[in-house]
Every structure is written in C-alpha cells, then in structure tokens.
C-alpha cells in the first residue's frame, strides 16, 4: 500500500520490484483466463449437444428446430468470445515474456557494470603506455644485470697467462705416473705356490716314528 502511496505522489519505485509485480499481476491474470477458457469451452459443449439432440427430433416439430437453432446460435457466439480470450492470452503472455526478458537484460547489465567498475578500481591509474614504460625499465634492468654477470665472469682469469701446451704435458704426466703406481702395485701381488709331495712326505714320516716308538714299548711291556 506505501508503494502505491508513493507511486501516487511520484515517488520513484525500484525497478527490479516494479518489473516483479507487473510480471505477478499479469500470471494471476492468465490464471483466470484459463478458468474462463475452462467455462467457456464446457458451454460450448453443451449447446453443441442441445443442437445434436434437437437436431434428432426436428422432424417432429417446429420447436425442435428452433431448440437447435438456438443452441447452434449460442455455441457460435461463445466460441466467438473464446477466440477473442484466447488472443488476450496471447498477448498477456507476450507481456510476460517481454518483462521476464528485459528484467533479466538488466540484471545482466547490472553485474557488467559491477564488473566494469571493479577492473576500474584494479587498474586504477595504470594505463598501456605505463605498462610498457615499466616492461622496457624490467628488460633495461635484466639486461644490464647480464652484463656485469659477463662481466664479473670474463675478468676472473685477466692477467693469468695459460699455455695450453703446458697444461697437455702436465696430464700427460700424471697419466704416466698413474699408470706406473698401478704397475708397481702389481709386481708386489704374492705368488701363491700350492703344496707339494715334500709335506705330505714328512706328515707320513711323523706317522711312522710313533708307530715304531708304539711297537717298541709294547714288547718292553711283554718281556717284563
């Protein structure tokens, strides 16, 4: 009631809710077109089964025919009004789309421009020709940072003189007494020489000399 108040006396209304209300008003609509189509369409059935009935007995009389007549005259007028409820509907249900349609078209707007506003305040003042005066200071800066590291690294051996025919000579050497080390290492591997007859000779010579001493005290045992 206080929106209507003030829609009365110009008050400004919300849009988005306007559109709502208008889209509210115009389903209820709809949904008592569709109880009258239902009214309408049962009449119709109904002269359109008077005229069949009377149409049956006209033979029998005037009145019969009059009775159809009349019931053909009805369902033909209603079936006119029918028609015209049914173009209504059409065109509340344009409506309805038309405002579903454009509420969702403004929606739409609405989140865009709260995303616009939104890179707005991200971007800030920054604008291209700042983004590529920083982009060539970063590569200004990397360049210039490869340089003194060429540099630093070029100036390490300045001032040092290699002869590169000395150096060869002197791994050649190390190869040489590297190789010497090794041979060495193999002249002093002991031999391993495997056991001859000689040992198991004096193993069974030891064997014999303690039998014999065995036999000899043996019989001095018996002669006594």
Known sequence: ???????????????????????????????????????????????????????VTNKQGQYGHRTATAALRRKK?????????????????????????ASFNAETMSAMKKASSALKDIHGKLTIDKVDTTMAEIQEQTQLANEVSEAISANTYNGVEIDEDELKAELAGLED????????????????????????????????????????????????
């Open 177 to 224: 007494e590297e190789l010497d080390k090794r041979l060495m290492g193999a002249d002093h591997v002991p031999v391993h020489q495997p056991g001859g007859p000689s040992t198991v000779e004096e193993h069974t010579g030891v064997m014999e000399d303690d039998e014999e001493a065995q036999l000899r005290e043996l019989q001095a045992a018996l002669a006594m």
């Open 77 to 101: 007028a209603t079936e006119q009004e029918l028609e015209r409820l049914q173009g209504t509907r059409f065109q509340l249900e344009m409506q309805v789309n038309t405002l579903e349609s």
């Open 1 to 55: 009631m206080m929106a209507g108040i003030m829609g009365y006396f110009g008050g400004r209304r919300d849009a988005k809710q306007s559109s709502r209300d208008a889209i509210v008003t115009l389903r209820q609509q709809l949904q008592l077109i569709d109880k009258k189509e239902e009214y309408l369409q049962k009449k119709i059935d109904e002269e359109m089964k008077k005229a069949r009935a009377n149409a």
